[in-house]
Each structure stands twice: as structure tokens, then as C-alpha cells.
């Protein structure tokens, strides 16, 4: 064991377990403070600062970590998220404060392409519009509400990384055509077609965003894209709201141009006034694709464990950078 640094933890991470023995326990027999600051939504960077004060690490929601945050927390020596998403936090800022930004890899991505596969029944089979016809009294077997198949279908992956090869794997179970649109791969996934993102937009029936948010996905997915897509497909989101024009998906969609679309994440959360809550073709839920009982409690052991690792002195598993960790004095 390396050093330890004695001070607090803040916790934003509501599901967070303070007496936990494999979580909060740890913390309290190293001998660190717990503060308990779960994630509000629209948390500023001022008001993390505020909450952080001279707190050693902190394990995090989505909270937003810009250069500000880290300028005005000289103690803070550690990022543990919740997750594997690093958008919301400026990672060039925390390296240059020696601030190490570790993640939960493999906690939740089977979580994730369950409820990916789970939107994209539903879609299909038109699930929330057959039940809403029935509670509105109506028992329509008539064809106006028929689904489709996702035996024979095409679904198109927009990244195919952990969480995506997870999908690949469920949709081999259903008999699909699986295509995958990743320019960081040199060949396909086992089972499926590498293709350009003009190809995988010709020809998905259904598509489905397994990509980061970056520079470069920001944004990726537009009117121009939709408009290249078949009429009748179906979009879905469990990735980063970032990527997809949320006003452009709408506005196919309303058009009847797209059939409609599954979304767990939004580009601001929550989504408040969005005409996509107007529709009812759309599915959403409140960026829960990666949640479970199991995945809760793995999640908060891995970000428990990343914390004491770095006050220690030791690079934890998931670390984003770790040429930070011995930068701070």
C-alpha cells in the first residue's frame, strides 16, 4: 500500500450505499470522510465547486467537471463516475490538476444492450401503441397497428465497443442481419458486415448508437441522415443524446417518414418541453438503460475501490488517465 490522503468523499451518486461493507465501509475504515450530495439535475460547475470544497475525491454522477471546478479544488486528487461515460468531465483540465478520472467499466454494459434490444421489441411490436389502445377501449386486430419483425430484419450498429458486441450478441439469438458502422474497427464483429455509415443508413430497419459522445459524433446523426434512412425505420438511442438531432428525429418522425424511435438519453436532462414527447411512437426512459439491482451494486463497489486505489498511490482499474496519478504532490 502506497500513501493514503486523509480528508473527504463526496458522494453525487444517489444510489450509493454509505454503510455498505463493500462500499461506504471502506471509505470510513481508511479513515475519509463521506458527504452525501446527490446529483441534482442542472447542477452548474460553481455549484459542484461549492459542494466539493476540500474534498479529496469524489464519486460521481453525471456532474459536470470543467477547468473552474478543478481550479477551485486543489485537493481534490480523483474522479470515480458511475458508468463509463467521461463527457462531462474535461479531461485535459484534470490531468493538468493531477485529478485521475477512473470509470466502472464492465459493470453495466449488459444492462445497457439489454434495454437496447428491449426499445427495439417494443418498437417493433408496437407494444406501447397496442396497450394504449386497449386501455382507451379499443381491440384493434384490424391491421392499423401490426407490428414487424426483428427475425430477418437489418439493424444497423453505429459503434460496436463493448457495449455494442453485446447487442450483436442478443440479435444473433433473433435471427437478424447485424451491420456495423465503426471507423475504429478494421474488421466486422464476428457474424456481422463492416460498412460505411451512408451504407448502414440505406439499409437498417432499424439503427441503433453504440458510439461515445466526441468531437466527431456530436451531432453525427441529422436531418440529412434521416432522410437517407428507409421509411419505416426505427431509431434507437441508449448511448449519448449528443449525437442525435433530437428536433430532426422528431420532425422525421412526424412526418411518417421514420416509424419512431426508442431513447434513453437526451441531450439535456432531463428532456423538459421536446416535441418528441408528443409522439406516440416514441419510447423514453430517464437514461436508466444502464441500471439493474446488479449493476447498481457494481458500479458503486468499482467507484468505492478506484477512490482508495488513487489515495493510495495505485492507478485503479477503468482510469481514463492515468499519467495523472502522480502529478500532484
Known amino acids: ?63 459536470p467537471f470543467d477547468a473552474s471546478v478543478f481550479a477551485a479544488c486543489p485537493n481534490l486528487r480523483v474522479i470515480a463516475r458511475t458508468g463509463v461515460g467521461v463527457d462531462a468531465v474535461d479531461l485535459d483540465a484534470a ?6 478520472v477512473a470509470t466502472t467499466p464492465g459493470a453495466n454494459g449488459e444492462a445497457v444492450a439489454d434495454h437496447a434490444l428491449a426499445m427495439i421489441l ?22 392499423t397497428l401490426t407490428p414487424s419483425d426483428l427475425y430477418g430484419a437489418t439493424v444497423g450498429l453505429v459503434g460496436s465497443g ?10 444473433s439469438a433473433f435471427g437478424s442481419s447485424v451491420i456495423v458502422h465503426d471507423p475504429y474497427l478494421d474488421t466486422a464483429p464476428e457474424g456481422c458486415e463492416l460498412v460505411d455509415l451512408e451504407t448502414l443508413l440505406a439499409r437498417s430497419d432499424v439503427l441503433t448508437v453504440h458510439a461515445p459522445l466526441t ?19 426505427f431509431v434507437v438511442n441508449v448511448s449519448r443524446g ?30 423538459g418541453e421536446s416535441p418528441l414527447r408528443e409522439l406516440p411512437t416514441v419510447i423514453m426512459s430517464p437514461h436508466i438503460a444502464g441500471l439493474s439491482h446488479r449493476t447498481i451494486a457494481d458500479m458503486t463497489q468499482k467507484a468505492t475501490r478506484a477512490v482508495l486505489d488513487v489515495l ?3 492507478l485503479p482499474e477503468g ?10 504532490a
Not at 10 to 15: F, K, Q
Not at 18 to 28: K, Q, S, Y
Not at 224 to 229: E, G, I, K, L
Open 1 to 63: 500500500m502506497g500513501f493514503m490522503v486523509n480528508g473527504d468523499v463526496v458522494v453525487t451518486w444517489p444510489a450509493y450505499e454509505a454503510d455498505g461493507p463493500t462500499t461506504g465501509a471502506l471509505l470510513t475504515q481508511a479513515g475519509l470522510g463521506i458527504r452525501l450530495q446527490p446529483r441534482t439535475d442542472n447542477r452548474t460547475p460553481e455549484e459542484l465547486a461549492d459542494i466539493l470544497g476540500d474534498a479529496v475525491g469524489v464519486i460521481a454522477s453525471t456532474d
Open 95 to 100: 490531468t493538468s490538476a493531477g485529478v485521475v
Open 122 to 143: 417494443a418498437l417493433q411490436r408496437r407494444l406501447s401503441e397496442n396497450d394504449a389502445a386497449i386501455r382507451e377501449g379499443r381491440w384493434d386486430r384490424a391491421g
Open 162 to 171: 463493448a457495449i455494442g458486441r453485446a447487442v450483436i450478441r442478443r440479435l
Open 215 to 233: 468531437d466527431g459524433t456530436r451531432g453525427l446523426i441529422g436531418a440529412d441522415q434521416f432522410a437517407a434512412m428507409k421509411r419505416g425505420a
Open 242 to 271: 449528443g449525437i442525435i438531432d433530437e428536433s430532426a428525429l422528431a420532425d422525421s418522425i412526424r412526418s411518417g417518414h421514420l416509424a419512431g424511435a426508442g431513447l434513453d438519453t437526451f441531450g439535456r436532462e432531463p428532456i
Open 312 to 314: 493510495e498511490g495505485t
Open 319 to 328: 482510469a481514463v488517465n492515468p499519467e495523472a496519478l502522480h502529478l500532484k
